[in-house]
């Protein structure tokens, strides 16, 4: 089983719409949770931190739940500059900064 | 601050080369990071160093990979000799460790490896 998996994708959605990601980690000694983004042939970024008590930022909604060992991602009223691949990360408390990323999610946002 | 820089960008060779890719983190980082990414696989964890040391190699394919930091400035990751399935795009990344936890990663542009 892969330490961190996500919907296979790839999400087609006209503009406006809501769309939520989800994703699962499997290691329970987990600590710190991301989203990063990756756009075409570029090199991956932060998008946001995830909380245990769930965040916000502007359009974006991350929440985690550590009993599911689950993390989602909710992004409304998608934009065209949407588009891109979002990958699931996880840090594992004991491994230093290292980082396990999932196979990421592709998001096409249609006109 | 000029991020991290790779290079070169894109290198094309022929099975049976020698291959290496260079790094220049962010100023002041003391975390740095080699990924492989590639369709089947995604991104993977190749070897990651703290302080110039390295800490984890476990993702290293095998013994034609070696990866060296001789400084806080400056890493190489090596492939010799180079095959055909060695074939993605390499990315190093750079941070810095905080007190409360993780810092976010920061990407060069990666290297576009192709082996014939």
């Known amino acids: 089983r892969k330490e961190v998996e996500q919907d296979p994708g790839p999400f087609n959605v006209p503009e406006g719409a809501t769309v939520a990601f989800n994703c699962t980690y499997s290691?329970?000694?987990?600590?710190?949770f991301f989203w990063y983004r990756q756009d075409c042939r570029k090199e991956p970024k932060l998008l946001m931190s995830?909380?245990?008590s769930g965040n916000e930022d502007g359009r974006f909604t991350a929440q985690l739940n550590r009993a599911s060992q689950y993390i989602s991602l909710l992004i409304r009223d998608s934009k065209l500059s949407d588009s891109a691949t979002y990958l699931c990360v996880v840090n594992i408390g004991n491994q230093g900064g290292k980082l396990i990323f999932g196979q990421g999610t592709e998001l096409s946002v249609k006109p | 601050d000029a991020g991290v820089i790779q290079s070169p960008r894109h290198e094309v060779t022929e099975m049976g080369q020698e291959v290496t890719l260079r790094c220049k983190p962010i100023?002041?980082?003391?975390?740095l990071f080699w990924y492989r990414q590639t369709m089947m696989r995604g991104l993977e964890l190749l070897i990651y160093?703290?302080?110039?040391?390295?800490?984890?190699d476990s993702g290293m394919p095998e013994d034609r990979f070696s990866a060296k930091m001789p400084n806080a400035s400056f890493s190489t990751l090596k492939i010799q000799p180079s095959e055909p399935r060695d074939s993605a795009v390499y990315f190093c990344?750079?941070?810095?460790?905080?007190?409360?936890?993780?810092?976010?990663?920061?990407f060069g542009p990666g290297t576009r490896l192709l082996v014939l």
């Open positions: 995830v909380y245990s």
């Open positions: 160093f703290n302080n110039n040391v390295p800490i984890d």
């Open positions: 990344a750079s941070s810095l460790k905080s007190l409360g936890g993780v810092e976010t990663q920061y």
């Open positions: 100023s002041g980082h003391d975390y």
């Open positions: 290691n329970s000694a987990s600590q710190s």
